[in-house]
Nanobody
Framework: QLDLVESGGGSVQAGGSLRLSCAAS????????MAWFRQAPGKEREGVAA???????DYTDSVKGRFTISKDNSKNTLYLQMNSLKPEDTAVYYC???????????????????WGQGTQVTVSS
């Protein structure tokens, strides 16, 4: 019931910044939880940040203080502002959503039923 399209990925040098966007469409009248995940080659998909439908926010420890998740409800768009990027942030970043309340902390990929196609983020040394 939700279609998600990510944008904003690219290549930057370490210490740089990027802002990812995720536009949601479909049945957006109901509240929904949203999250950013990332997956590097050969590694498992990991949760980066999430906003539960009740408004709670959680970040994985490695991005706390550097990344900020936010949502513009009028535009049905999720954002991930990424500052002080490090090479280890290199991955495909995915937007995810679900109408269900997502337990935070400890959210995972199986808590979300709707996914975007991903956007590549590459951080060079």
């Amino acid at each position: 019931q939700l279609d998600l399209v990510e944008s904003g990925g690219g290549s930057v040098q370490a210490g740089g910044s990027l802002r990812l966007s995720c536009a949601a469409s479909g049945y957006t009248a109901s509240s929904y939880s949203m999250a950013w995940f990332r997956q590097a080659p050969g590694k498992e998909r990991e949760g980066v940040a999430a906003i539960d439908r009740d408004g709670s926010i959680d970040y994985t420890d490695s991005v706390k203080g550097r990344f900020t998740i936010s949502k513009d409800n009028s535009k049905n768009t999720l954002y991930l502002q990424m500052n002080s990027l490090k090479p280890e942030d290199t991955a495909v970043y995915y937007c995810a959503a679900d109408y269900r309340r997502t337990p935070l902390p400890g959210f995972g990929p199986y808590d979300f039923g709707f996914w975007g196609q991903g956007t590549q983020v590459t951080v060079s040394s």
